[in-house]
């Protein structure tokens, strides 16, 4: 999860740390319900805050509001189109539910905009296989293939 952490950039939202920080100790003890009331508050305090709609998407996503997760990354890429995370999210989820046209462009901002580091090698990775796949076109990356399919991915 640090990957995602430094990825998001949290000093954008002063205002709504604590809450911010309260959400994600939720999540990670899963109660994620709670985490996204939470989220909502840091929002309340810091309103249109990308790390934390990012967030909430994610929480939507993993309580299976799915339809709620989409909208929420499509308002994020909206007004903040270099927010990488949310176009990877968003194209994930297009993918899983079988939009596989509308997340190539998602997939190709990911990686336009992708983190640096080991910790998100992974994932830059995971994206361009997922790209290939949808594309056609040959990976032309050094990194491994790994077992799977996309939908199994982070989800």
């Known amino acids: ?34 985490a996204l009331t939470s989220f909502r508050l840091a929002l309340k305090q810091s309103p249109g805050d990308e790390v934390v709609l990012q967030q909430i998407a994610i929480v939507y996503t993993k309580i299976g509001m799915t ?22 999210g968003l194209a994930f989820l297009l993918i899983r539910t079988g939009e596989d ?12 905009n992708a983190p640096v580091g080991q910790e998100a090698a992974e994932h830059v990775s995971h994206a361009r296989e997922a790209l290939a796949q949808l594309t056609g076109e040959e990976d032309q990356t050094d990194f491994s293939i790994q077992s799977g399919t996309i939908q199994d991915e982070l989800f």
């Not at 339809?67 to 990877?88: L, S």
């Open 1 to 34: 999860m640090a990957w995602w952490q430094h990825f998001f950039n949290r000093s954008s939202n002063k205002d709504g740390a604590p809450y911010y920080e309260e959400g994600l100790a939720l999540v990670e003890q899963g109660k994620l319900h709670e």
């Open 67 to 88: 339809d709620e997760a989409i909208k929420t990354y499509r308002h994020v890429v909206q007004k903040h189109p270099q927010a990488a995370g949310a176009h990877y």
């Open 101 to 112: 046209v509308e997340a190539i462009p998602h997939l190709r901002a990911f990686l336009e």
